[in-house]
Each structure stands twice: as C-alpha cells, then as structure tokens.
C-alpha cells in the first residue's frame, strides 16, 4: 500500500478489520442457538489459538518476552472480556440492537489511547468523537423506544473490555507485525481457553447444527484472529484514536448482517444515521492528533 499514505493506509485496513468485526454479534446470536456463551467464549477462542499458533510455528516467530505483560493484557479483554460479556448481553436482546450500542467504541478507544498510549487529539477530533457516539447512542435509544435493560450494560461492559485490547495491541503493534501480537495473545491464553472448552463441553452444548458450527468457525477463525491481523495493522499505520473513528461503521455493517442473515428489520432512518456517521468520520480524518514526548514513535507500522 506505498501508493496511499500511512494514515490513508491504516483507515482502509481498519475498514476491512470493522467489516469482519460486524459479523461478530450476529454469528454469535446464531452460535447461542445451539452453544452456551461461556462454551462459545472459550471454543471460539480455542480455534483462533491453533490457527494463531500454527502460523507462529510455521514462521518461526519467537516469543516476544519484554512484552508478555501487555499481551496478557490484549488477551485478557480480547479473548475473554469482549467475547463472555458480549454473549451474556446478546441471550436477551437481539444482534441489531447490540451493534448499535457497540457504537460507543470509537469514543472509548480514543479515551483510553489517551490515558495508555499518549495521543492527544485536537477540539475537532473530540467534537467528531462524540457527534458521532450521540449519533449512535441517538439511533439506538430511538430503535429501542427509550428502554435500556441489562443487555445494554453488558454491552457497555464488552465495549470496554474491546477498547482497551485494542489500545494495547495497536500500540505493540508498531513492534510486531499486528497478526503477531493478537497471535501470542492467544497461545499464552490457550491453557485456559482449552481447559474451559473442556469444562464446559457436557452443559454448553445444546444439538447444535451447521449454521452453528460455522458461526463458531466464523468467530474463531476471523473475529478472534482474522480481524484482528487487518485491524492491528491498521491501528500502527493511522494511530489508535484516529483510525478507531471507522469503528462507528461497524454498527452498520452490524446492522445489515443482521438483516440478511436473521431476518431483523432495518429501517430507513439507518442510512440517514450512516451517511451522518460517515460525514463524522470524513471530518475527523482531518483533525489533529498528537503524541506525548515519552510514546512518540516513528509511525512506519507492521503489517
């Protein structure tokens, strides 16, 4: 991608990252059809372990020791924090809904690029960062009537968990090819991940079918790993809190996978809010942003 500049980069491997991630809640709608949420936190998670370790003994990637503690860290939220929460929230409202209030991302990853990596976006970055979580938060209360219950708050819980993992991976992945970090994040985490999914197995299977087999793959395999690769890289090349604003997109595709694959209805004023989110975005790739003496690094990335 040399033709395109590394912010310009970084925006369209984070597209592509979004793109995977907005299938996540739908497939796991369809997975809790036939599997428990703790069985599909752990088995997910198990799957995108031995397709990550795989490629890492394939390739010969050493352990990277000096920074076992933050990828313990990216594996704590990613693998387990997002992937429990997100599941208990979506047995009691549907994978639409959820998407939408997933749309609070962008605004919480740049927060916490703030607190853990040292940006420092400008006014304009901000006014756009929370235009267009009110956006979001305005299109889900309206789709809701007004009514928040306690899926919301696992939710909210889940979008916590994914914006610090995906603070922690894009600043490690200007060190390492961004497949690598979520790759060791999920071998160090393996242990645990295939002792739950034995653990579990005799209460967390319910006759499931193909289509809940394949959102399980779908969720291992690309959620857990093959996002990941995209998004990682991508967060290197723009900058966390920058290219974290195409997050507010996620909610879309969300939505749309949503109604072709379950049947839930989506609206008109979904393109109206899209086209308004998508204006916020547009603006804010324009904004300003910063970085603290103390983490300023060369933004050449790793793909």
């Known amino acids: 991608m040399r033709f395109l500049s590394n912010q310009a980069a970084g925006m369209l491997l984070g597209l592509v990252g979004v793109t995977i991630f907005g299938a996540t809640l739908p497939m796991t709608r369809v997975a809790l059809e036939g599997f428990s949420p703790l069985f599909v936190t752990f088995s997910r998670a198990l799957l995108a372990a031995v397709a990550a370790g795989a490629a890492l003994l394939v390739l010969r990637r050493p352990l990277p020791w000096k920074h076992l503690p933050t990828l313990a860290g990216v594996g704590i939220c990613a693998v387990f924090g997002f992937p429990i929460f997100s599941s208990i929230a979506l047995q009691t409202i549907p994978a639409s809904h959820g998407g939408v209030v997933l749309g609070i991302l962008p605004l919480l990853t740049s927060i916490f690029a703030a607190i853990i990596d040292g940006e420092r976006p400008g006014p304009l970055f901000w006014l756009c960062g929370i235009a267009g979580s009110v956006l979001v938060a305005a299109f889900s209360l309206g789709e809701s009537r007004f009514h928040l219950g306690p899926g919301d708050l696992w939710l909210f819980l889940a979008a ?87 997050q507010l997109f996620q909610t879309f595709v969300t939505l749309a996978i949503s109604s072709l694959l379950l049947g839930e209805a989506v609206g008109p004023s979904t393109v109206g809010f899209a086209l308004a989110v998508a204006f916020v975005v547009w603006l804010g790739r324009k904004a300003k942003i910063s970085r603290t003496a103390a983490t300023a690094v060369p933004e050449t990335g790793r793909a």
């Open 160 to 246: 916590i968990a994914a914006s610090v993992s995906y603070v922690l991976s894009g600043k490690l992945a200007r060190e390492l090819p961004g497949w690598e970090v979520i790759g060791w994040a999920l071998v160090l985490c393996s242990p645990f991940t295939l002792a739950g999914t034995l653990l579990v197995a005799d209460t967390g299977i319910f006759a499931p079918g193909s289509a809940q087999y394949g959102a399980i793959l779908y969720l291992g395999l690309l959620s857990m790993f093959g996002g990941f690769i995209f998004w990682n890289a991508g967060l290197a090349l723009g900058g966390i809190a920058r290219v974290a604003q195409v």
